[in-house]
């Protein structure tokens, strides 16, 4: 699945020269002023993220409420059971909440759904398994990175006198469920200003509630109680894995959770992990945690069971969590061959002209496995550059879809529309933007697809579309060293808050293939060669080539050299 088989738009960002002028004069290096600038940074202090710079818990709608109500718990020895949701951000959600009630004194364990036998979220099936646990029924479930949409589970759980905190960022639907009480910064009517916040963050929001109100009542000295900048590492992971937008306050919490991992303050599952993905923590990168640590822990969740992921970051001894972080890689292994075998099976269905013609993807595979089709889906949306969704069968005659859409539209609302027009036809959906979820029977497969298709011509207005590449322009050849890429590199870049990419002419002096698949180059300009690598490309390019690339640190023996990591790349 290399290449792309559509045309690439690029142009550059807008510049915000007011903006840089502000930032350089507190001092910040020129160059990130400028790519901070035209990122919308405009405040000093949003590019210094010290913990007191972070939002205040207070802002977040009924946190207080649920930190009363979690004291009240602790000091009556109520019961308590996170029921947690079966990706990363679900994971490092329910970690941290178990770490951090367990230090406050709560009687507290987890349950985390399966994906394929309970579904999504703290459905009737989950509350049934949640007052079988080994522990005794609980009083209290809380949801960590669902509950939202969870109408019915909050129900079945009062029927079995079982109350529910709410805790979750995903988008409400039009009924919210009748829960102790709500968190989560989209819920209609709170004002909490950071809207991308992750199902972990929130959570985290709730634990620092929860000791203020802990010490408040006598519990902790004043300033007593847990280390919950402790946990900061699991509030990175969870924030990068889940590709929520990096706004000031998730790079503030995603920095801080960096800082810890390469001072060596890890959990022992996260330091276990990188471990096994040959990664150095000392020199973590977001990047790192999105491509290496994050699919390790979704591996569990989508081929076997998530407690393993929970289990590796909730567990303090070492030996344990090596053990569970080598069952986790051995899980990914898996995971990749089920994956390629399967967007090789997607490849060949989509080769008819019909498909070509189409504003959007929709594909379905008996043989297909359910915890496997999000990243199929994603793999065909950034290749052909459409909505796309791809679907497996599951049980009762139905199909298990996972969506992945382009910035043009709003994948949830779609769904939505469709949903809306044709009653009955999708028996439930959720998601958000970017990623959505849905199923529906097995009969109305080409009826969905062909309605979803007009739904997105619709919304859209276009069948067809053009991925955009934004590149921060002309790198001065100044900034072209080793220096610069390390600076870049220690920077906190993700989703909303992209990575810069520079673009300029190169006299290509010497080319090869690494691997069969991957492009080596070196490369000139302006009288000084740089190496440069262009990663699962096999067509050599002209003497002259426009090159869009991030700049990147490459060491080798002990020396760092700045390295071009070629993006896109066009006759010049």
Same mark, same amino acid.
């Given at each position: 699945?290399?290449?792309?088989?559509?045309?690439?738009?690029?142009?550059?960002?807008?510049?915000?020269?007011?903006?840089?002028?502000?930032?350089?004069?507190? $001092?910040?290096?020129?160059?990130?002023?400028?790519?901070?600038?035209?990122?919308?940074?405009?405040?000093?202090?949003?590019?210094?993220?010290?913990?007191?710079?972070?939002?205040?818990?207070?802002?977040?709608?009924?946190?207080?409420?649920?930190?009363?109500?979690?004291?009240?718990?602790?000091?009556?020895?109520?019961?308590? @059971?996170?029921?947690?949701?079966?990706?990363?951000?679900?994971?490092?959600?329910?970690?941290?909440?178990?770490?951090?009630?367990?230090?406050?004194?709560?009687?507290?364990?987890?349950?985390?759904?399966?994906?394929?036998?309970?579904?999504?979220?703290? #459905?009737?099936?989950?509350?049934?398994?949640?007052?079988?646990?080994?522990?005794?029924?609980?009083?209290?479930?809380? =949801?960590?990175?669902?509950?939202?949409?969870?109408?019915?589970?909050?129900?079945?759980?009062?029927?079995? #006198?079982?109350?529910?905190?709410?805790?979750?960022?995903?988008?409400?639907?039009?009924?919210?469920?009748?829960?102790?009480?709500?968190?989560?910064?989209?819920?209609?009517?709170?004002?909490?200003?950071?809207?991308?916040?992750?199902?972990?963050?929130?959570?985290?929001?709730?634990?620092?509630?929860?000791?203020?109100?802990?010490?408040?009542? $006598?519990?902790?000295?004043?300033?007593?109680?847990?280390? @919950?900048?402790?946990? %900061?590492?699991?509030?990175?992971?969870?924030?990068?894995?889940?590709?929520?937008?990096?706004?000031?306050?998730?790079?503030?919490?995603?920095?801080?959770?960096?800082?810890?991992?390469?001072?060596?303050?890890?959990?022992?599952?996260?330091?276990?992990?990188?471990?096994?993905?040959?990664?150095?923590?000392?020199?973590?990168?977001?990047?790192?945690?999105?491509?290496?640590?994050?699919?390790?822990?979704?591996?569990?969740?989508?081929?076997?069971?998530?407690?393993?992921?929970?289990?590796?970051?909730?567990?303090?001894?070492?030996?344990?969590?090596?053990?569970?972080?080598?069952?986790?890689?051995?899980?990914?292994?898996?995971?990749?061959?089920?994956?390629?075998?399967?967007?090789?099976?997607?490849?060949? =269905?989509?080769?008819?002209?019909?498909?070509?013609?189409?504003?959007?993807?929709?594909?379905?595979?008996? #043989?297909?496995?359910?915890?496997?089709?999000?990243?199929?889906?994603?793999?065909?949306?950034?290749?052909? &550059?459409?909505?796309?969704?791809?679907?497996?069968?599951?049980?009762?005659?139905?199909? *298990?879809?996972? $969506? *992945?859409?382009?910035?043009?539209?709003?994948?949830?609302?779609?769904?939505?529309?469709?949903?809306?027009?044709?009653?009955?036809?999708?028996?439930?959906?959720? $998601?958000?933007?970017?990623?959505?979820?849905?199923?529906?029977?097995?009969?109305?497969?080409? %009826?969905?697809?062909?309605?979803?298709?007009?739904?997105?011509?619709?919304? =859209?207005?276009?069948?067809?579309?053009?991925?955009?590449?934004?590149?921060?322009?002309?790198?001065?050849?100044?900034? %072209?060293?080793?220096?610069?890429?390390?600076?870049?590199?220690?920077?906190? &870049?993700?989703?909303?808050?992209?990575?810069?990419?520079?673009?300029?002419?190169? *006299?290509?002096?010497?080319?090869?293939?690494?691997?069969?698949?991957?492009?080596?180059?070196?490369?000139? *300009?302006?009288?000084?060669?740089?190496? %440069?690598?262009?990663?699962?490309?096999?067509?050599?390019?002209?003497?002259?080539?426009?090159? /869009?690339?991030?700049? /990147?640190?490459?060491?080798?023996?002990?020396?760092?050299?700045?390295?071009?990591? /070629?993006?896109?790349?066009?006759?010049?």
């Amino acid at each position: 699945m290399e290449g792309l088989v559509v045309s690439v738009k690029i142009s550059d960002r807008a510049q915000n020269p007011g903006y840089q002028q502000q930032l350089e004069n507190a $001092g910040i290096h020129t160059l990130l002023a400028r790519l901070w600038a035209a990122r919308g940074v405009n405040d000093p202090a949003q590019t210094q993220p010290h913990w007191q710079n972070m939002l205040a818990p207070s802002l977040l709608s009924e946190v207080n409420r649920a930190a009363s109500l979690l004291a009240d718990a602790i000091e009556q020895r109520k019961k308590l @059971l996170i029921i947690a949701d079966y990706d990363c951000d679900g994971a490092t959600a329910c970690a941290t909440g178990v770490r951090a009630l367990r230090q406050m004194g709560a009687d507290i364990d987890f349950l985390v759904p399966n994906r394929f036998e309970t579904g999504y979220g703290l #459905s009737p099936a989950v509350v049934s398994l949640a007052c079988q646990h080994p522990n005794g029924k609980p009083d209290i479930l809380i =949801t960590v990175d669902n509950g939202i949409a969870s109408v019915e589970g909050v129900q079945a759980a009062r029927e079995e #006198s079982m109350e529910v905190i709410v805790t979750d960022h995903h988008l409400p639907g039009d009924t919210l469920p009748d829960a102790l009480c709500i968190v989560n910064p989209n819920k209609p009517g709170c004002t909490f200003p950071s809207k991308s916040l992750a199902g972990v963050g929130v959570i985290f929001y709730v634990m620092l509630a929860l000791r203020a109100e802990m010490r408040q009542r $006598g519990h902790f000295d004043p300033k007593g109680g847990p280390r @919950l900048d402790n946990l %900061a590492d699991l509030l990175a992971l969870g924030t990068v894995a889940d590709v929520v937008r990096l706004d000031s306050n998730n790079r503030l919490l995603v920095t801080q959770g960096l800082n810890k991992i390469r001072k060596g303050h890890l959990q022992p599952g996260i330091k276990a992990l990188f471990m096994v993905a040959g990664g150095n923590f000392q020199e973590a990168s977001a990047t790192d945690l999105g491509f290496k640590i994050g699919p390790r822990i979704n591996a569990a969740g989508r081929l076997a069971d998530m407690s393993l992921g929970i289990r590796c970051l909730i567990t303090d001894d070492e030996t344990e969590a090596l053990h569970l972080a080598r069952q986790l890689d051995e899980i990914n292994h898996q995971r990749r061959s089920i994956e390629h075998e399967m967007s090789e099976q997607a490849l060949a =269905t989509l080769a008819s002209p019909e498909s070509a013609q189409s504003a959007s993807i929709c594909v379905f595979n008996e #043989s297909w496995h359910q915890g496997v089709v999000g990243i199929v889906a994603s793999r065909l949306k950034e290749k052909f &550059w459409k909505p796309t969704l791809a679907f497996a069968p599951a049980d009762n005659d139905e199909l *298990r879809g996972s $969506g *992945r859409s382009i910035p043009e539209l709003h994948l949830r609302d779609a769904l939505d529309l469709v949903s809306k027009r044709h009653p009955g036809m999708i028996l439930k959906f959720g $998601g958000h933007a970017m990623a959505a979820g849905l199923s529906l029977k097995t009969a109305y497969f080409k %009826a969905f697809a062909s309605a979803f298709n007009e739904a997105v011509q619709e919304m =859209t207005g276009t069948s067809s579309f053009e991925p955009l590449l934004e590149t921060d322009g002309s790198l001065d050849p100044v900034y %072209a060293n080793a220096e610069t890429a390390l600076l870049l590199q220690n920077q906190v &870049w993700g989703a909303g808050f992209p990575a810069p990419l520079f673009r300029d002419v190169y *006299r290509i002096r010497n080319q090869r293939l690494l691997k069969d698949k991957h492009l080596k180059l070196k490369v000139e *300009r302006n009288q000084v060669l740089y190496d %440069a690598i262009w990663f699962n490309q096999q067509e050599s390019l002209p003497e002259y080539a426009e090159l /869009v690339y991030e700049l /990147v640190p490459n060491q080798w023996n002990g020396v760092v050299s700045a390295q071009l990591l /070629v993006k896109h790349a066009r006759d010049a």
